[in-house]
């Protein structure tokens, strides 16, 4: 069984660097060299924060927007193409189908964050000519950033399980854009009364709180996070992105591949 | 025991999006097919006999009925290990090699690692993918995907083999290939369930066949028994090129093709038929019974079927 979820995985890994996914990564190098290069000439002592806020800021846009576009296709795709009429033809359970998609996209946009994070450490150095302790904690950013993906990509993966891929980018973006904002609609949540307050309160469990997983600002400011929400954000990102698994194996072990 | 039984497998599909419809693909099948035989599924196209195989390979889900393969539930994972499919135009992840596919799917199969290298190389010798072993997929034709089909469908060494329409785009010297594989497959013990509407694949090949239509099953037998019905008339050959005159009073249906000349009379006259041939001093060459081919019991079967559901209207 892991086995298989294992080789499944791989083979998601392996489409996406062979699919040139991968080449995003020229693109955030010229990014960040041309900004690091600018900032060093027209910023005096905040080149550092600039570097940090705009490289991880980066790392997270270019993550979400692979993890949308290769999420949902995941399912989708492989039914529109039949690919998945000689996988599940084997001794291959659906669940552990769509378990293993999720790892091989996962594990791609690990892949794509480290070459990404040596990208941002490397324009940091190049403007500030030195590390220093409080860089450490650009890992915790980037660590959150990690766990942002994961959400994404399940929840991309739940929409490619139901939908077209151009309803499950529209979902998962959405998701994504009004997760953001998830604290706002905390807060506006328990302003509202009757009705309307049940409804809003609903929503903001739902949508995935993606404010508590933006650390980037305190982080350009050499802030510390606290251990108690790195605890808190790991056991959020699991949760949720199990639900949204579960969700999708609920969907795709009860639906016909015509 | 029987490789494969259907116990009543049906499916309706829901069309529609607001407004469901119902659209039977499937009437309820009943079918049983033994273990070792090649066995012929036909039917013209949207028959129902892609849904039968996908139903079998738990694609879909059936709206009722169940089935039997090798003796087990066919909803039980472990017996995909012990089967081989051949969906109709095969679709393969076109980023990988030949080989890559065949190790991936041999992974995804449970062949062990050491027997899975020898194997690889072994299936793409058998298919002639050999050369191009290390050539993306994406820039395969579709005779070439159609063979990388047939390797990822026997490379795990299955019991039981189904293949849709396994001819599907392949010139006749790969038709000729998949049918002395699936001969092969035969020998080897191993059953074959193919469908597919070309029906002179299936009366060289099969043992037995099936004919469905419109999702329903219309017949089923041996191929033999199914074309032995004489048609109470014998074809005879002689040397010749032309038709004497007292031939043609019997009235017999002649063709001259170069030398020969075929005539087709009835059974009772036969013997005035060679006295006419003697007397005529023409070189007999032989004369045999008259026999439905498979195609004519096709078409005849669906004419039939297509007579009782106007009767029905």
Redesign the interface.
Known sequence: MRTRIAHIASNTFREAVRDRVLYNLIAFALLLSGAAILVGQISIEIEKLVVINLGLTAVSLFGVVIAIFIGIGLVSKEIEKRTLYTVLSRPVRRWEFIVGKFFGLAGTLVVNTFFMAIGVFAALFYVSHKFVRADALILVALYFIVLEFVIICSLALLFSSFSSPLLSAVFAFSLFVIGNFAEDLRNFAGMAHGFSRWLATGAAYLVPNFSAFNVITSIAHEQPVARQLILQNTLYALFYASMALSGAVLIFENRDLK | MPAIEILGLEKT?SLGFWRKRPKRALQPLHLTVEDGEIFGFLGPNGAGKTTTL?LL?????PTAGSARILGSEWTD??V??Q?G?L?E?????D??TAHELLE??G????VPAKQRKHRVEQVLQQVGLRDVQSVQLRKFSKGMLQRV?IG?AIL?DPKLL?FDEPMSGLDPMGRREVRDLMEQLKQEGKTVFFSTHILSDAETLCDRVAIIHKGELRGVGAVEDLTSSVQGKVEVVWHGTQIPASIKALSAECHVTGDRVRAIVNENQQDAMIDALRRERQRLIAITPVRTSLEAYFVEKLRRAETTAGRTV
């Open positions: 599909y996908k390979m738990g694609l879909v889900f994972p472990s995909k290990a089967i499919f969906p135009q095969p679709y393969f992840y980023h990988l991936y799917y992974q995804l199969s449970g089909g990822q795990h189904f």
